[in-house]
């Protein structure tokens, strides 16, 4: 079984009986289905993985500052997670994924019941044999202060709102000095107060980041061949498509009609796979969803070169084509059918520039759908 986090060591739950439920979906490109929250949980923590965390989650924020809705994404720095487990679903009282409330609530049971720490749920799922697991971190508990909030500070949130719940937790935190913010999904009443339960992370644990939505759905959408791509080269291409991404709106290169395809291409469920074809960096068919990459000619060429390489590898599933490159005739700036080809331009959006290597792809690269 695979089964997906930030934990960075084997994971040890029991392989006891489960009960014969359904499986959750997983890894959906469906739009209507990525602003669930159990999708914002999973997909913050992959990206959280990628760029070296421990762990992460959404704060439930969302804003649009003119280049792409972001959401506040909160990271959590190495050192921060104490275990992370792959836990049988028949532990948690066979919650659904979607049911965050109650998953945050049975996973803290387990983490109290094996002495665990705090436990965050990392929304992945998989299979051990016939067993349903779920992917649990659970943070040491220096790292976290506990309280009992009183309802008048953080506004009342109904303890079912997930994202209420996750917003009132990331604001309160903020406002007492406090890296970061989780609810327990608990509240009671005490002395006539209405409090809830919070686990509030230290300054210093964790930081703050918005992030493209289109960048963190890419980290459910996106998918690798694990045969022929390693972890850390798929890390490495997913940091360079973010990359890519991050250079869409502000780019003067590419007409709107052109970028507005290229967001269209990111937003589809791309496989990646590792080739060997002699002389090229990578290649794409026109219209398609798959990218080959020759890791062991790209990755040599530097972090411009592969985001350069993967946007322009983008444009063509975005169904752009380019004609040959003609030895001593294309240049670079030339302005000729080339390098004036939006594939092409699409590479000056990166870093200005565009690349000299003329075994970018393979000539026998598909130009019809």
């Known amino acids: 079984m695979v089964l997906l986090g930030c934990g960075g060591e084997m994971m040890d739950a029991d392989a006891m009986a489960d009960m014969a439920l359904p499986e959750e979906s997983v890894g959906t490109t469906e739009a209507s289905l990525e602003t669930a929250s159990d999708f914002r949980f999973r997909t913050a923590n992959r990206y959280a993985g990628v760029h070296g965390y ?5 704060n439930f924020h969302e804003a649009n500052y003119g280049a792409g809705v972001v959401r506040g994404t909160m990271l ?20 659904a994924l979607s049911n965050i409330p109650e998953l945050f609530r049975r996973a803290q049971d387990y ?51 997930a994202g209420a719940m996750m917003r009132a937790a990331n604001d309160y935190a903020s406002a007492n000095g406090f ?28 930081e703050a980041r918005d992030v493209l939505a289109d960048v963190l759905a890419m980290h459910d959408r996106f998918s690798s061949d694990n045969a022929t791509v390693t972890g ?25 009609l052109e970028k507005s395809a290229l967001r269209s291409a990111y937003r589809k469920a791309i496989r990646h796979s590792g080739t060997n074809e002699a002389g090229i960096n990578a290649r794409a068919e026109l219209g398609g969803d798959d990218i080959w990459i020759n890791f062991g000619v790209l990755f040599p060429q530097g972090d411009t070169e592969i985001a350069q390489t993967l946007i322009h590898e983008m444009m063509h599933i975005a169904g752009y084509s380019h004609p040959d490159r003609r030895d001593g005739i294309d240049t670079p700036y030339d302005g000729g059918p080339y390098y004036n080809s939006a594939p092409l331009r699409a590479e000056l959006c990166i870093a200005g520039f565009q690349s000299i290597h003329s075994t970018r792809e393979s000539s026998r690269e598909q130009q019809t759908r």
């Not at 275990?83 to 066979?94: D, E, K, T, W």
Request: net charge neutral; glycine share 12%.
């Open 54 to 58: 421990a762990a992460g989650f959404g």
């Open 76 to 95: 959590l720095k190495p050192g921060t997670v104490a275990h992370y487990l792959a836990v049988p679903r028949s532990s948690l009282g066979n919650t």
């Open 111 to 161: 983490g109290n019941a094996y002495g665990l720490g705090i436990a965050l749920p990392a929304f992945e799922q998989g299979l051990n044999g016939s067993v349903v697991e779920y992917g649990i971190h659970f943070l040491h508990p220096s790292v976290v202060e506990f309280r009992d909030v009183p309802g008048w500070a953080i506004g009342y949130p109904d303890v079912t709102d």
């Open 179 to 206: 890296a970061a913010g989780l609810p327990t999904f608990h509240s009671t009443t005490y002395s006539g107060t209405r409090v809830y339960g919070m686990h509030l992370v230290r300054p210093g644990y964790a």
């Open 232 to 256: 850390d080269n798929w890390a490495r291409t997913l940091r360079r498509h973010e990359a890519a991404q991050d250079s869409i709106q502000t780019c003067t290169h590419l007409t709107t």
